[in-house]
């Protein structure tokens, strides 16, 4: 794909400087940039390596406008990052293929389920009997719609996703391959050593413009529903337990774990593998640090933290014994600054 | 589906207070509940919460027989958190279909597979060649079961499950969405920088009453088999790596890892995000808090832990740093501990 | 199958100590071996496992010959442990029926798709327009191969799993199903309090000799390719981010995550359920222990650590309070260090 500049620029409603005239055929990063590849700089702080870039443009912010322009062609938009998003979605808009609309002659569709004409089902998908899937919805190949579930206007089940009977998605989401939404919760009674299973009654509700990893679980509710609102993406291999509330634009990273009936404000963060346990409470903007394990409710926004620093093994290893004996240095301590305590009397 | 009270409270073996005739329409949590839905409380310390509630009907134990009846219709049952899962079962029973026994068209069943007239194999679904699938299983749509696996009677496979060749699961299982079960376990010779592969030869073998988390992996074994034994439950997103060894009526949270050859006891849980390193044992009767690295065996039943304590982030940046010299820290403890000794001789 | 011990050491290029007309059925571990196993025994530390063996015979390395030979047939390598894993493939090689070449009639193959004709095409798998596959690929049942993907000489893609849209892997590699190789990696511009998309542009690139475990994440690049040098090896559940460069024979266990743009070097290791995050760089030869988080780059070689170590709860309970408080520990060892020195002067 070769792109006008001066077009490019109209898109993202930036101020060029510069030929108009000329091209690009790729995105890329300024490093590695060369004279058919559009780039930008997003922070201020890296501007040193404007001057050593190849790039054929550069999108930057009002504040390098002169340093950039000083090199060559330059689109100036107010925030460059979001500029740069917004150029990612045209050119994959221009350069993708989108399904057409229709239901390919081997997927599964059983009765009663309402296909728009406008959304398409691939080679191998199956809809469940009352199943709704809306206009521009696009079924993948090989993925799974369960009876009663419902599929919102353009949202995209990526290949081989399971949404479970009874669920539902609003519009404009995107879930990744292998997904699973509305496996069971897991709730069992204990009784004489056995476990009893409770029936997940609940189901799984999930908002607009909601992206879902790939191989991410989210369980329906064992009574009601597991809710998450809208706006909220869930990187790769999440796992969201049952009853899960999952407050509008929170963005969480990989293998991050929200046990059951956590309860998650507005606008929070969870960086990669950090574990949220069950039954607790998040205010908005609360934001945790990739390994961290929240064990109890947090009532402020702010940065959580709880990873074990790591070390070379050898310091590790003299620190974690110790710590195991921590609470027993700290009776030492105290009884060290006693008997100072008493020395100075 | 509405349900006479005086029928719920038969097929639950409870005591009825009330009139038998009022019915439900649902079952739901005590503070959302309304004259339509059947409640329970099986905790007595949440006690209060029983005279706010609107449920049409409430679920309690004997202690709280007066209490609830003084509100309105009770079922008195010996343990009701036990008679809430079974209130489920029967309720998922009568509102949900069972899918009906056969092949469906769209399914491939290779030569040599035995299936019983009494299973349910689903669009799309495989069953390799020699693979026997009992009385009552349901293999559901674009499940996966390999040649030569075996399927016990009345367990199910949901949508898109594998079950490797090989693999056996017992009777009355359930296997969630995504599931891999039988996978080459992670085993690699070194050989002058490269990893020369050491072929799975083993298998897994799954028994009675056993749930699969969705996404959940089990490995089969490298020479002998690893082994699942009756009334184990496995949340989603689990890693079991081969020759493990995970005794009866074990319940794993998501997200655990065990690794290769650990022997786990009869009757362990383990919290989500739990690590279980290999080549290890435990005990009956060990619980494993969520988040915990159990690094070595565990002769002892009990509970184990050991996650860092999170906290706001400026205060774990500080003590995370100080923690990196705790082994000096004691060095210097010590040594005033001696200066202290020596100055009181 | 009943092998000769006599052709076993052919094949093992080992020396023969025993009657080769004896014949074995199973390889199997030392304590539960029989007249018809074969077994190994790499480590000289387990010498006295030997002798209570019952097996048919024991691959050794010279340094044990005599002890080996003098309890039965015997087959004596430099290195037993790779004897023993190349024992497995061969094993493996004869015991496995390995797929026909050809197109399964109920597989969808888009047109421009380029097929060898020595590839084989599972039941319901896809091949999406211009995807090729080398002689020797298998794609087995209800995988997906997207548009434009390749895979190369003799790589198996187990049953379900997903290679993405233009994303490719090389010769003789090893998918295991629910691996999704090429989703989105997870990038979003914050605007006004919601997450706008960075549509991924790259893809992933996967060399030689290959294995990605089930169920195993490795999403597709934001602007360039998400890259796994030859000869790598990923465990199950595990997630790579976007724009990971993986040097080539490194292995990773299970539920590990390595974040965006981590660069890893040649012939690390990193144990079950460690966490690296992103945009930091990694020399060969780095070691990671289990359930470590990574959180700066490596410079030197070596293992490097950083769980917490478990213990009883209430123990536990004791040390992770004090740990909250281990900065003013700290402070008030070093205040006691200044009174000492004080009343020393």
Redesign the interface.
């Known amino acids: 794909m070769r792109v006008r500049l001066g077009e490019l620029s109209e898109r993202l409603a930036g101020e060029f400087v510069g030929d108009p005239e000329l091209t690009v055929t790729?995105?890329?990063?300024l490093d590695?940039a060369d004279r058919e590849t559009i780039s930008f700089l997003a922070n201020p702080r890296y501007q040193s390596q404007l001057a050593g870039s190849a790039a054929g443009c550069i999108i930057v912010g009002p504040g390098l406008r002169e340093a950039a322009a000083a090199r060559g062609a330059t689109i100036v938009c107010d925030?460059p990052?979001?500029a740069?998003?917004?150029l990612?979605?045209w050119?994959?808009g221009q350069?993708?293929?989108r399904p057409e609309p229709g239901i390919?002659p081997?997927a599964?569709v059983e009765a009663g389920a309402r296909i728009d004409a406008a959304a398409s089902i691939g080679?191998?998908a199956?809809v469940g009997r009352g199943a709704r899937i809306a206009a521009g919805a696009v079924i993948a190949?090989?993925s799974?719609v369960?009876?009663g579930a419902m599929v919102g206007e353009g949202t995209v089940l990526?290949?081989?996703v399971?949404l479970?009977e009874g669920c539902r998605i609003g519009a404009r989401g995107?879930v990744?391959?292998?997904a699973?939404i509305g496996?069971?919760g897991?709730g069992?009674?204990p009784?004489e050593?056995?476990?009893?299973?409770?029936?997940?009654?609940g189901s799984v509700v999930i908002g607009d413009?909601v992206?879902v990893?790939?191989?991410t679980?989210i369980?329906r509710g064992?009574?009601?529903d597991t809710v998450i609102e809208d706006?909220v993406?869930l990187?790769?291999?999440i796992?969201i337990?049952h009853n899960v509330h999952i407050g509008a634009?929170c963005?969480f990273?990989?293998?991050v774990?929200v046990?059951g009936s956590a309860r998650i404000g507005r606008?929070c963060t969870a960086?990669?593998?950090a574990?949220i346990?069950g039954h607790l409470e998040i205010v908005d903007h609360v934001h945790?640090?990739?390994?961290?394990?929240?064990?109890r409710s947090i009532r402020?926004p702010?940065?959580?933290?709880?990873?074990?620093?790591?070390?070379?093994?050898a310091?590790?290893?003299?620190?974690?014994?110790?710590?195991?004996?921590?609470?027993t240095?700290?009776e030492?301590?105290r009884a060290?600054?006693r008997?100072?305590s008493f020395s100075e009397e």
Chains 1, 2, 3 share one sequence.
């Open positions: 790729r995105i890329g990063p590695s925030d990052y979001l740069f998003a917004r990612t979605q050119w994959a350069s993708r293929a390919h081997t599964v080679p191998m199956f190949a090989q799974h369960g009876a990526e290949p081989r399971v479970g995107l990744h391959s292998g699973v496996a069971d897991f069992f009674a009784t050593g056995r476990w009893e299973k409770i029936e997940q009654l413009d992206e990893g790939a191989n679980c369980d064992a009574l009601e706006g993406k990187d790769n291999l796992q337990g634009h963005a990273a990989g293998c774990g046990a606008h960086g990669g593998g574990m346990l945790i640090t990739a390994a961290t394990v929240v064990s402020k702010g940065q959580y933290s709880g990873s074990f620093p790591f070390d070379d093994n310091s590790w290893e003299k620190n974690a014994a110790t710590l195991r004996q921590l609470h240095l700290r030492r301590l060290l600054e008997k100072r």
